[in-house]
C-alpha cells in the first residue's frame, strides 16, 4: 500500500509507474526554484548546465564537491524531488563513485543519472551495484536512471543499436537500475521497443525531431528530459544580448524580453519566507 505522505524519494520513484514524467534540467538554485514555481513535479540537474555554471567542461570534469555544494542549494529552496546527472560518477572506480553518490545523497538527492558513455556495459554494471548498496546503507531508495548512450554516440552500427540497447537495459536491470535513459533515440519504432522489450521505465532526451510528448506516451515513455537544451539557449540569448551590446550599447533590447526585477527578487524570497 502507498504511503499518504510519501518521502520524497518515494514520491519520486511513483512518479515513473503511470504517465509522462516531464523534467526541465537545472543548473543551479535559482533555475531550480523557477523550474519549481512553473509547476514542476520534479527537477533534474543537468551536468552540462551544472559544469558550465562553474566554469568547467561537460563530461566529468567538474570536482565533485561543487557538484555536492550545488545539490544543496538547489534542495535548499524547492521542495519537490530532486534527481542528479552524476555524469559517470567521476571515477572509474566503482567504490568511489558510490562514495561520490552518497555525499550527493547526503546533500538530498533521491535520484541519480549514471551513463556507460564509451566505458562499456561491466563498468557500469558495477557502479549500478555499489550505488545500489550504498544507498540501502543510507536508508534512502534512490532512484538510479542507467544512461545507456548507444544511440546519441553511435557505439554500434545503426541495425544494431536497438538490440544493444536493451540488452544493456537489462544488464542495469540485473545490477540493481530502476530506469533507463537513452538519449538520441528519436524513431518512434525504436522508441516502442524500447519501452516494451524491457522492464524499466524508459526515459527519452528531447530532440528535434522527437515525437511530441503525447505520442511518447503512448508509445510507453515514462520520462522526457529537457537535458542541456535550456541552458544551451540561455547561453545562447546571453550571447546574442551581450554581444549586441557590446558593440552599439543599445539598453532597449535588453529590456525587451527580461522577466521583471520584482518578481525574479520576490520567487527567490520565497523559501527563506517559508523557513
Known amino acids: 500500500m502507498n504511503s499518504p505522505n510519501p518521502s520524497p524519494a518515494e514520491a519520486f520513484r511513483r512518479l515513473h509507474q503511470e504517465g509522462l514524467l516531464l523534467l526541465s534540467n537545472a543548473w543551479d538554485a535559482g533555475t531550480a526554484r523557477l523550474i519549481e514555481s512553473l509547476g514542476a513535479r520534479a527537477i533534474a540537474s543537468t551536468s552540462a548546465g551544472v559544469a558550465w555554471s562553474h566554469g568547467y567542461a561537460d563530461g566529468d570534469e567538474l570536482p565533485i564537491k561543487l557538484l555536492v555544494a550545488t545539490v544543496a542549494e538547489i534542495v535548499r529552496v524547492v521542495r519537490v524531488p530532486l534527481s542528479v546527472d552524476v555524469e559517470g560518477g567521476y571515477s572509474v572506480d566503482p567504490v568511489r563513485v558510490a562514495e561520490n553518490v552518497a555525499a550527493v545523497i547526503g546533500a538530498g538527492a533521491v535520484g541519480i543519472n549514471l551513463e556507460d558513455g ?13 550505488v545500489k548498496q550504498t544507498s540501502a546503507r543510507l536508508g534512502i531508495p534512490l532512484f538510479i536512471n542507467a544512461r545507456t548512450d548507444v544511440f546519441l554516440f553511435g557505439l554500434f552500427p545503426p541495425e544494431r543499436r536497438l538490440e544493444e540497447s536493451l540488452a544493456r ?48 506516451e503512448e508509445l510507453g515513455v515514462r520520462r522526457l528530459s529537457a537535458g542541456s537544451w535550456v541552458t544551451e539557449s540561455v547561453f545562447e540569448t546571453v550571447r546574442s544580448l551581450t554581444s549586441a551590446f557590446l558593440r552599439d550599447g543599445e539598453s532597449a533590447p535588453l529590456t525587451a524580453h527580461a522577466m521583471p526585477y520584482g518578481e525574479i527578487n520576490a520567487l527567490m524570497a520565497e523559501p527563506a519566507a517559508r523557513g
Open 118 to 130: 564509451d566505458g562499456g556495459v561491466d563498468l557500469l554494471c558495477a557502479k549500478i551495484a555499489a
Open 169 to 216: 537495459a537489462a544488464a542495469y536491470r540485473e545490477a540493481g537500475a530502476d530506469g533507463i535513459f537513452v538519449p538520441g533515440v528519436i524513431d518512434p519504432a525504436d522508441i516502442r521497443a524500447l519501452a516494451t522489450g524491457q522492464s524499466l521505465p524508459l526515459n527519452v532526451l528531447a530532440r528535434r525531431a522527437l515525437p511530441p510528448a503525447a505520442a511518447l
